[in-house]
């Protein structure tokens, strides 16, 4: 709270590992911070990205360098009670869908997340720098980065490549930002050590980890800092518009650009490619991506969103990479026709299925009542109630695509 770029930013702090939440012995969180929001036009350092913005400080490293879960997830929690509109994770967990030993998943992850983005936070997180994996380059992003609604970050190299630290992913990686050769504040502790080095505060006088420092943790707040420049334009955007816009006005990175080893459009290196706030401010002068508002709804159980009515028409979102699936709760009467139909965006396939009440989850291997899928974007299901109950209506889709839908249900 001491450091010269940072004075008067912070809005709260609070440790969720003992301590001063304002004491960093280690850099990482000063360096992420520093780059997000470090003062501008006061002739000192750097300039943060997101000029207009305040600190919400988590404290959630301990001493040695281990993050229980519980400090994150309380964290996630605390922030939002503060107020915060953008959450930054540079943090992560391996993920590994071939090894569930290995695979550090956790419920209580996921739910945090959730409970942050629908109660409007945009969450940002680092794809992760293979650090844990069993090789490098690694071809899943860590958690939380691979979770829905999350917007994973990967690294770029200055020539645009990426660099082999950098986790891929096909579906989790969602845009990339610079991650090599970054330029931030440091406790001033951490760089009295080079005393005849005349930036004390700033990582060129860090220790050799910062010094060219590196990592998907440090291109994360670069994307959520262009987050909340979104927000401090326009308060009223959801966080999936925020995440559609970011990414859908990031420059594709392909040989052109530096980037050999990515392909033309999405790839699984930097998913829609470099981060390009200009365009990204540009496009709210333009017509805005629709809002969800029912997210989120992306299991059955307690996550389906809950809808009344003899005849209901539901217009939202899908997407692929970031929210492929929604899930509706309704009652209906035993005997009851029920008809549901379902128009997806435009060359994806949609797919639509109806569950049987005290259904918990639509994401194992159970089977649906009835389910309608394959290729097309539009769908029917008719089906007859044997028993009145409350009802689960899943929307998914099956193919790479995103945009708007409309669900509508008939009870007779």
């Known amino acids: 709270g001491t450091h010269p770029d940072l004075v008067g930013r912070i809005a709260a702090a609070k440790s969720f590992v003992g301590g001063s939440p304002l004491t960093d012995e280690q850099g990482h969180g000063t360096f992420v911070a520093g780059e997000i929001a470090a003062s501008t036009n006061n002739g000192v350092g750097i300039a943060g990205i997101a000029f207009p913005a305040r600190l919400v400080i988590a404290k959630v490293v301990r001493a040695d360098r281990g993050i229980p879960l519980e400090a994150e997830t309380g964290a996630i929690r605390w922030a939002v009670a503060q107020g915060a509109r953008v959450i930054n994770l540079s943090l992560g967990g391996l993920r590994d869908p071939t090894d569930p030993l290995r695979d550090t998943y956790s419920q209580l992850e996921a739910s945090a997340v959730d409970y942050a983005v629908a109660h409007g936070a945009v969450v940002v997180a680092a794809v992760g720098n293979s650090d844990q994996a069993p090789r490098m380059p690694w071809p899943y992003a860590s958690y939380p980065a691979a979770l829905p609604h999350v917007i994973g970050v990967s690294a770029l190299a200055r020539d645009g490549s990426v660099p082999l630290f950098s986790d891929r992913d096909p579906v989790f990686n969602d845009i990339a930002a610079p991650g090599q050769e970054i330029f931030s504040t440091l406790p001033r502790h951490l760089t009295a050590d080079r005393r005849t080095c005349a930036d004390q505060g700033y990582s060129d006088c860090g220790s050799d980890d910062y010094l060219h420092a590196s990592g998907t943790s440090f291109a994360a707040p670069q994307v959520a800092a262009a987050a909340a420049l979104l927000l401090a334009s326009d308060p009223t955007l959801t966080p999936d518009q925020v995440s559609a816009i970011l990414e859908r006005t990031a ?8 980037c050999r080893r990515c392909p033309l459009l999405r790839d699984s290196l930097t998913g829609w490619g470099r981060l390009n706030i200009a365009n990204a ?20 159980g307690s996550h389906a969103f809950t809808i ?6 539901v217009p939202a979102t899908i997407d692929y990479w970031d929210d492929p699936i929604d899930v509706y709760r309704t009652r209906v009467r035993a005997g009851q026709r029920v008809t549901l139909t379902v128009r997806g965006p435009g060359r994806a396939d949609t797919d639509l299925e109806l569950w049987k009440p005290g259904t918990q989850t639509v994401l194992g291997a159970a089977r649906p ?19 009145g109950g409350w009802y689960f209506v899943e929307v998914k889709l099956g193919s790479a695509g995103f945009g708007q839908y409309t669900l509508t249900i008939t009870k007779r």
Do not use: V
Request: without cysteine.
């Open 369 to 387: 009542l009835a389910n309608a899928g394959g290729p097309g974007a539009a769908k029917r299901i008719t089906y007859r109630a044997k028993a």
């Open 251 to 258: 420059d594709d990175a392909n040989a052109s650009n530096g």
């Open 308 to 313: 009344w009515g003899a005849t209901i028409r």
């Open 281 to 300: 401010l540009a496009a709210l002068a333009g017509p805005l991506p629709p809002a969800d508002r029912y997210e989120t709804n992306d299991d059955a």
